[in-house]
Nanobody, 125 residues
């Protein structure tokens, strides 16, 4: 089992920045690729970003490329999502997730076995 706890979500103005964190506990963190997903009210959950176990490769949704950066610190068992140039359409609950497909930062939520409870990000005009 892996337990994931997100933090860092809050209300921010459009154009601002936030850094989300996801702290993992339980099994060895470096055994997992990590991903961030989000779900806005009335919408399906969607992929945001993912990173391989080593941090050497990553994937991003087209909607966040160039604005968001995923990173991880295996010594601290933590994955981060740096979000810049935030837009109102980025408003959502953000979830981190762990995948046993550790070499490839998969974009499919069905490939993730463990999920956090989520943190709310609200971007105002």
């Amino acid at each position: 089992q892996v337990q994931l706890v997100e933090s860092g979500g809050r209300l921010v103005q459009a154009g601002g920045s936030l850094r989300l964190s996801c702290a993992a506990s339980g099994r060895t963190f470096s055994n997992y690729a990590m991903g961030w997903f989000r779900q806005a009210p009335g919408k399906e959950r969607e992929f945001v970003a993912a990173i391989s176990w080593s941090g050497s490769s990553s994937n991003y949704a087209d909607s966040v490329k160039g604005r968001f950066t995923i990173s991880r610190d295996n010594a601290k068992n933590t994955v981060y999502l740096q979000m810049n140039s935030l837009k109102p359409e980025d408003t959502a609950v953000y979830y981190c997730a762990a995948s046993v497909i550790r070499l490839h930062p998969t974009t499919e939520d069905r490939n993730y076995s463990y999920w956090g409870q989520g943190t709310q990000v609200t971007v105002s005009l």
